[in-house]
């Protein structure tokens, strides 16, 4: 069953027994070109802190000191967010002041749909794109040091990984699909609310949305 244009669902990052990133979102659209999601800038948004001030960029949560899922206001961009069905990454849209301002391509697991939202896990990679589709990788360090670890992925995972990242950059550079300015003019009903984080939102759910 496909989420209601309108709804506002939840994002997630698990990792292991945690999660790592929550997300509130509006659906746009839920169809045969994937799950197409938006949130505004002033929204809120969760990731997994401990007490000494690291996010899992820094420490992988199994080495965390008493980790916790910690509300911030997501900032300076508007984000359109397309999430294909079956795929290893999602992409970003970013708006600054209705401007379009560029794509990010966030490489993760094929999403879980659950009844209040979606759950993947994010594969570290990522790649910047400028508008003129001038690209780069990031945190690709992270990733790096991330192979072998039991909570992460192996060499030969990392292998396609960094295949599929490759992938993506060649349609980047060929301005195909998804790259190909669709979504770029994208206007937000100016009525929606700015989402806030409800407690019942910051955790997973084991019911399934099929």
Known sequence: MAFEAGQVITRRYL???????????RV???????LLLWQAAGSDFARLIDADGNTPHEVTPDQMRD?????HTWQSYDVLL????????????FFQEGNFAGWYVNLEEPYVRRH????????????????QRQWKWKDADEFDRRIGHPLYFDSAAADAIRAEGERLTKLIEAGDCPFDGIHTD????????????SDDMKFPSTARHD
């Not at 746009?28 to 994937?34: A, C, L, V, W």
């Not at 209040?116 to 508008?131: A, Q, S, W």
């Open 67 to 71: 980790p916790k899922l910690t509300v």
């Open 28 to 34: 746009i659209s839920d169809d045969e070109m994937g």
């Open 186 to 197: 994208f206007r937000p009903n100016p009525e929606w609310p700015l989402l806030q984080l």
């Open 116 to 131: 209040n939202g979606v759950e993947t896990i994010d594969l570290v990679l990522d790649i910047v794109v400028t508008p």
């Open 15 to 25: 990792r292991g027994q945690w999660c790592t990133w929550v997300q509130p979102m």
């Open 82 to 93: 397309l999430m294909p069905a079956n795929a290893n990454y999602s992409v970003w849209w």
